[in-house]
């Protein structure tokens, strides 16, 4: 397993970029640590297939390098970098057995066969499926099929990176579940760098102890799940994570108080900001408070989806959503609340950190 | 749910019915009566039996013809199946290099047979044609009228010429529907360029090349027009294939009887190998 830095990586499919729009990449600079699990999570096309080919090695990136564990692997094949790599399709070579499947990469590189008949075993074991080992992969399930995708990069010693390319989208959904706590346990059995590309916030976020957040070719914040819910970094973030995403009011500044559409929203701080920004007010719909308290609002729908209820309301001019409770009544006059500690100032879509 | 059986939909299927009648069932029909019986002109006919497929079938003239055809036929899969998924496994996967090739490639296909055997026949003639003047200004002797085997390199060559570019289209056909990841994957096994082709290409190739198979055999096993147009059969009968002796027989000697009871013969034995293809070819498919 390995540390992956990835040093000012900048991609561009066409020939000669030079506006930043020419880049499907547009710059990448972070470190991956060593036997952590990374979820690279973005709308289609934010460049996250795009990154994960690049570690793996089937694109070269247009500029910066790429390390593991500190050696430069920018110019290696894909076959000499040793990771692993599950496609959205299942590949299988459907006419060999299972077993022969995952001896494949084994005898390719010319592993001596009681060698190789000891790890294709122990694989076997690991992915479950020892009583397959001698049918023809084709007769498999898809969730099968992606098990041994995923078995032939494991059966490789020290595999750098397992990398997936969003992995079950061809899965019932009630596989899914299954596949994915099984990947949990693999990695937390035997820990290996895991990056796995999907556009599913909640495949993301179970899947990863750290979440990577790509939008229009760049990373916009790396964070644990929590603090992608509570500190959005951006407002891509904001809106992309949660159900319903982040309300994101257009406000102006006043000291420490946000002027909404002619409402003052108190936030406890001054963010530091320079002039002539955009600035935007944001917060998550578990944040605000219907009640009798607070500014006036008028209550569109409410929406009882079980486990809680999604009021939609206007809010000086702006449709905003709240989450509530299912014993929260909505009062016939209703009034909102914004919890301070739970709102987020952004300048120009970024956040603006608050001051001590 | 019931299922509803509504049999006024099998109306439906009515004229196609009447149609591959009058195309098909009755030609067929036909030819079998006519294997049975004998006729002297007059529309009068008597009854044979199965006394033509008894002759047709003891006589050496058929069993060389058919040997001929099948020898024909083997030599035209080895040659065209192999060299067509070549070509495909070579050709561009995008860019203007595509659609040029897929042109290139479907132009013989476009030429109607006569033509084929028009333009070989000119080709190879030593007097005006490029080919066979081109040929004996080398020094090489090269006539194929009077050769047998000169004959045979000429009938095989123009087939190869003719038809590759079938198998060439549908192999490329089966190797374009190969996903990307199939090839990164195998990349990432570290798999050889050989492992490539016989794990991930032949495999997927597998079901276009059956169907390639099966109409270049049943195509080479009945050919006739190309043939007939360059070398009539000849020199003696070393290129008499089995539709050739047909027609000497049905047209040029007017034996009705044996001709139908040797096309009766001629149809199952087509049958019989494309059936022996498609199941070896499938086999193993339900496992």
Redesign the interface.
Known sequence: MARITLDHIRHAYGIRPSAPNDYALREVNHEWKDGGAYALLGPSGCGKTTLLNIISGLLQPSEGHILFDGEDVTDLPPEARNIAQVFQFPVIYDTMTVYDNLAFPLRNRGVAEPEVDRRVREILEMIDLSSWAKKTARGLTADQKQKISLGRGLVRNDVNAILFDEPLTVIDPHMKWVLRSQLKKLHRQFGFTMVYVTHDQTEALTFADKVVVMYDGQIVQIGTPAELFERPSHTFVGYFIGSPGMNVLPMQLDGTRAIVGGESVELGFAPAVAAATRLELGIRPEFLRIGREGHPVRIDKVEDIGRHKIVRATFAGQSVAAVLSEEDEVPADARIAFDPMAINIYADSWRVERGA | MEKTWNNKAWFMVLPVLLLVAFSAVIPLMTVVNYSVQDTFGNNQFFWAGTDWFTQVLDSARFWDSLVRNLIFSAVILAIEIPLGILIALNMPRKGLGVPVCLVLMALPLLIPWNVVGTIWQLLCRVDIGLLGWGLSKLGLRFAYAADPVDAWVTIIVMDVWHWTSLVVLLSYAGLVSI?E??Y??A??????RW?VFR??QL?KMKRVLLIAILLRFMDSFMIYTEPFVVTGGGPGSSTTFLSIDLVKMAIGQFDLGPAAAMSIIYFLIVLLFSWIFYTVMTR?DQ?
């Open positions: 996903p990841a199939y990164q994957a990349r990432i096994d570290g798999a050889s492992a794990y991930i495999p193993g496992a």
